[in-house]
């Protein structure tokens, strides 16, 4: 049988992640998922631990008035309030998609450039400032923060495979999964078209196409000498140019998904 073995939230894109018991999915994928994020203080741009490893030692967790709290060692944490949905706009831009997002304003933004040794702004997503999932023409698919697609899917004997492969084992943490399904063959998950968990119907839009940031230890922050496990991927798992590992989803309705449920292949 296959079951869902693990989920996990990242409140701040590139920021720690957190495994969950249970999750509601809603509009966006997983709630809370990667509804903030770093830009640039000057042009918006995106920050991710791409080009600051360290954002990896960053622990971004909701707090219980919807904000978020940052905490990093050496660091006193910091509360941030929910900012308002339509105040205090910022141009942000992610890959080529371009919003308008509100800033959560001067404290945090000073706190988190102290971090990270570069002027830079907090933003958040509210659900009708979401862009659209590229390439789709469906008015209804959004997405916020996330690279393209809502929610990520690895199974873990792909994982296993994978770190049989390397010889040595791999974190999860290191690809940034929503869910992980066990009990499937390895890659198993690349011919899926259609999947259920919990009465929640998820289509599987397309391979995840890999990059550096899986050379990144997510305990240490350091990156591998070897770069691996992008070197062995590279060695099985690349088309046209791009590795893949895992597959994006997008989520047909909403609901709660529980650790432990079925998962059901329905194409």
């Known amino acids: 049988m296959l079951r869902l073995s693990e989920i996990y939230r990242y409140p701040m894109k590139s920021a720690i992640g957190e495994a969950l018991q249970s999750a509601r999915i809603d509009a966006l994928g997983l709630a809370g998922d990667r509804r903030w994020m770093l830009v640039d ?3 918006g741009r995106f920050l991710t631990q791409r080009a600051y490893p360290v954002m990896s030692q960053l622990m971004a967790r909701w707090n219980a008035a919807g904000g978020l709290r940052l905490s990093a060692e050496g660091l006193a944490t910091l509360e941030v309030a929910l900012p308002d949905a ?3 706009l910022r141009g942000a831009f992610v890959w080529g998609s371009s919003m308008h997002v509100p800033d959560a304003g001067d404290e945090a933004a000073e706190w988190l450039s102290g971090f990270l040794g ?3 702004r907090l933003v958040h997503v509210p659900d009708h400032r979401a862009r659209d ?6 008015p209804e698919e959004k997405v916020g923060f996330a690279d393209g697609f809502p929610l990520l899917l690895i199974g873990q004997a792909s994982l296993d495979d994978l770190s049989e492969r390397v010889g040595r084992p791999l974190e999860m943490l290191r690809f940034r999964p929503n869910l992980v399904v066990e009990g499937s063959a390895p890659y198993a998950e690349d011919g899926w078209k259609r999947i259920c968990i919990g009465g929640i119907e998820f289509s599987v839009a397309k ?3 890999r990059c550096i940031l899986t050379t990144i230890d997510p305990k240490t922050g350091e990156r591998s000498a070897d770069r691996e496990p992008l070197t062995t991927l590279k060695t099985y ?12 989803l997008i989520n047909r309705g909403s609901g709660v998904l529980d650790v432990g449920m079925q998962v059901e292949v329905l194409e």
Not at 237 to 248: D, K
């Open 133 to 138: 999932i590229p390439g789709s023409l469906l």
């Open 41 to 43: 203080a000057e042009n």
């Open 86 to 88: 339509d105040a205090n």
């Open 207 to 209: 391979g995840c196409s």
């Open 237 to 248: 798992r690349e088309r046209e140019g791009e590795v893949y590992f895992g597959q994006n």
């Open 118 to 120: 570069k002027a830079c």
